[in-house]
């Protein structure tokens, strides 16, 4: 049985309606859990149209991870073999559910320990499909993937959006950490679940739309996806607070060393308040160092 678990905030009924009917002949329950401030009546009501749906406030916003938390908690009390990850803005494709659910099979049957499996993705903004992750020295690898392709395809970690994860998979690894509230928490369960021998994959022929940051440009040919200040605290924090190679290994580290002052460059020589980003961000790094995270206020 597999359980999907939906993260609203604030939504836009007419882009709930669509995920949760994407989603209703594809797995055997709904848990739509609400980071809505007070809670959303009009939610509840949509929800409760959807045979096999449940509707979960948790009556302020908890962020990512307490909400996926909450969902998986109430999977797991039920009695379902998987848990499908999706965000708000997520539409399942026909028959993705199901591609994701026999690639895993057929990857137990060769004898892998799978953490997830997840779709590709098409970036709605860009037109372009995502790629594997896979962490070198100072540098990420990123793996180009054919959506022909057969066998899925080694990441070392996904994004949570879409990922189909085993009831008994989140039970060794763990949860997901609350205290980053959100952003790198898909990345700090991945890594936690590699160090312990399990792995993750993408699934060439299971795609789904998917969009990151506010907007994209390019910078010195490259893509950069765009946040507001708030967003960049917390991927600037976070991503200082998991500089531990104990837990993430030490190529994340380098990476990261690398990767958080560039974001901290770019992103404040971009903003229309340059010495005001400059000043949250680098504020960012500290909190993270100090071990000062979980929900902070609007920037």
């Known amino acids: 049985m597999i359980a999907a678990v939906v993260v609203f905030y604030r939504p836009d009924l007419n882009v709930a309606k669509r995920v949760?009917?994407?989603?209703?002949?594809?797995?055997?329950?709904i848990f739509a859990v609400d980071n809505t401030p007070g809670s959303s009546e009009d939610l509840s009501v949509l929800v409760a149209e959807f045979a096999g749906a449940s509707y979960l406030p948790l009556e302020d916003n908890k962020g990512i991870a307490t909400?996926?938390?909450?969902?998986?908690?109430?999977?797991?009390?039920?009695g379902h073999s998987h848990v499908l990850l999706l965000d708000q803005d997520s539409a399942v494709p026909p028959?993705?559910?199901?591609?994701?659910?026999k690639a895993e099979t057929k990857l137990l049957r060769a004898g892998a320990r799978v953490a997830a499996v997840g779709p590709l993705y098409v970036d709605k903004k860009t037109n372009t499909l995502s790629y594997a992750i896979r962490y070198r020295w100072f540098r990420v690898n990123k793996v180009l993937i054919d959506p022909s392709a057969i066998y899925p395809v080694e990441s070392d970690w996904l994004i949570s959006s879409g990922s189909l994860i085993?009831?008994?998979?989140?039970?060794?690894?763990?949860?997901?950490?609350?205290?980053?509230?959100?952003?790198?928490?898909?990345?700090?369960?991945?890594m936690r679940a590699r160090k312990l021998g399990l792995r993750s994959f993408v699934v060439p022929n299971a795609s789904m739309d998917h969009s990151v940051g506010d907007s994209s440009g390019r910078v010195l040919g490259h893509t950069i996806n765009f946040h507001n200040l708030?967003?960049?605290y917390y991927i600037v924090r976070n991503a200082?607070?998991?500089?531990?190679?104990?837990?993430?290994?030490w190529r994340w580290v380098t990476v990261m060393l690398l990767k958080i002052p560039?974001?901290?460059?770019?992103?404040?020589?971009?903003?229309?308040r340059k010495l005001r980003s400059l000043a949250v961000l680098v504020?960012?790094?500290f909190a993270g160092a100090l071990g000062r995270i979980g929900r902070t206020t609007e920037k």
């Open 283 to 285: 504020g960012a790094v």
């Open 240 to 249: 200082t607070y998991l500089l531990r190679p104990r837990e993430m290994g």
């Open 230 to 232: 708030t967003r960049n």
């Open 95 to 101: 028959g993705m559910v199901g591609a994701l659910l």
């Open 67 to 78: 909400a996926q938390n909450a969902g998986i908690r109430q999977s797991a009390a039920t």
């Open 262 to 272: 560039r974001h901290i460059a770019v992103h404040s020589w971009y903003s229309e």
């Open 166 to 190: 085993r009831t008994s998979v989140l039970e060794e690894v763990g949860p997901m950490l609350d205290e980053l509230f959100i952003d790198w928490v898909d990345a700090e369960w991945g």
């Open 20 to 29: 949760l009917s994407s989603l209703a002949a594809q797995v055997d329950t």
